[in-house]
């Protein structure tokens, strides 16, 4: 597995630690939404970085108010075909969320594009040249028609400001 954090293969420093029982009492870590809601006050003073992963059924409503305390978010897409991760990441960006959003699970080339369209910033991926993924997905389309997270600008704005 490798992390393309915006663009380049970074270093992943946080542990998965959401199927275990026990938590590390040190390190960077990415919990689950149930570890979050059981062990909150203790997990909220850790001085060390924390994420939390949520699955496609669990919306980021359940979190909004807890944003400040994490330091990623990752979104899991357990199949290609499940999508909701798209929305929650459009809602986190819409919520105020500008930390890193990572995309986890059945994370494709072909995704790519349009989860950073939405607002991922990071992605999990499988690929064994994770940086050439990175590359073709981004020259795949040179314009767009709807505005999206990214801030790109759409063919009618370009049309425009011509």
């Known amino acids: 597995m490798a992390l393309l954090r915006d663009g380049q293969v970074s270093e992943d420093i946080y542990t998965d630690v959401s199927g275990l029982d026990e938590i590390p009492p040190s390190g960077a870590i990415i919990i689950s939404l149930k570890q979050w809601q059981t062990l909150r006050d203790l997990l909220a003073t850790r001085d060390e970085p924390l994420g939390i992963v949520l699955r496609s059924d ?41 930390g890193e ?52 600008d759409t063919v009618i704005e370009k049309r425009h400001s011509r």
């Open 58 to 98: 669990q919306k980021p409503d359940l979190i909004a108010s807890d944003l400040r305390h994490f330091s990623v978010i990752a979104l899991d897409f357990p199949v290609f075909r499940d999508g909701r991760a798209y929305s929650y990441a459009r809602l986190l960006r819409r919520m105020g969320w500008d």
């Open 101 to 152: 959003l990572r995309a986890v699970g059945e994370v494709l080339l072909e995704q790519l594009h349009y989860m950073h369209r939405v607002g991922f910033n990071s992605f999990l991926v499988k690929d064994d040249d994770a940086t050439e993924a990175w590359e073709t997905a981004c020259a795949d389309f040179t314009v767009w028609y709807q505005p999206a997270a990214d801030d790109r």
